[in-house]
């Protein structure tokens, strides 16, 4: 597609209920990644895919966030047992990688997903 | 662990004039790449500048051009001719790819204020 395609926009869930997040990142890039944003900060990592692999999971905060990406293209952000500070604008971004550090990353415009 | 600084919670200027953002960060890495994003009130993330570490010389992108002082690991973003849709939140970044891995590490963020 032209751009990051991020699905649902916003999400508005029951603590406890499970979520699962979309991306589907620019047509032909490798790399994809998952960002966390909370109001008022810049967003953090959370975790990388180089194709279907799962290169770097560094920034999961716990077991409930899981994230794949089975064919190498769209990839889906799964919380499960939400919890309020899960509040958050989840971002994907994607880039051409192949391991050059200054491809540029697109970035999607993010789930807002609030837990009550 | 890499970290980005970004001293200046608020900015403002008047229009047509210029304002400049800071941005300090922490590496032992010899070869990176530094980023500035803008977030408007849309929440978009969108790439204002980069910087590879290797190069001496100032990257410029029209009215918007960065002192980057690599042993000081300072990297100071300057916006020329302010207009108002230069509104927006500003993110400094620090990208590194090492062990298979890509991470964009964000700072918090520069309000900027452009007053008519």
């Known amino acids: 597609g032209a751009g990051v395609s991020q699905s649902p926009r916003y999400k508005v869930t029951k603590r406890g209920q499970d979520v699962a997040l979309r991306c589907d990142p620019i047509s032909g890039h490798v790399s994809l990644y998952w960002y966390r944003q909370a109001l008022g900060q810049g967003p953090e990592f959370l975790t990388y895919?180089?194709?279907?692999?799962?290169?770097?999971k560094s920034g999961l905060p716990n077991d409930r966030f899981s994230a794949e990406r089975p064919e190498g293209s769209i990839s889906t952000l799964t919380i499960q047992r939400t919890e309020q500070r899960d509040s958050a604008m989840y971002r994907c971004?994607?880039?051409?990688?192949?391991?050059?550090?200054?491809?540029?990353?697109?970035f999607g415009e993010g789930s807002w997903l609030t837990v009550v | 662990a890499q970290t980005v600084t970004q001293s200046q919670p608020e900015m403002s200027v008047q229009e047509a004039e210029t304002v400049t953002l800071s941005c300090t960060y922490d590496?032992?890495?010899?070869?990176?790449?530094l980023f500035w994003y803008k977030q408007p009130p849309s929440r978009q993330m969108i790439l204002v500048i980069r910087?590879?570490?290797?190069?001496?010389q100032n990257a410029t992108e029209n009215r918007f051009s960065v002192n980057f002082q690599k042993a000081a690991k300072s990297f100071s973003l300057k916006i020329s001719d302010s207009q108002l849709g230069d509104a927006a939140m500003y993110f400094c970044a620090y990208r590194r790819t090492q062990g298979g891995s890509e991470k964009l590490v964000f700072g918090k963020g520069t309000k900027l204020t452009v007053n008519p």
């Open positions: 895919f180089n194709y279907e692999a799962q290169q770097d």
């Open positions: 971004a994607s880039s051409l990688g192949g391991g050059t550090a200054g491809n540029t990353i697109y």
């Open positions: 590496t032992s890495e010899s070869d990176y790449y």
């Open positions: 910087q590879e570490a290797y190069k001496q």
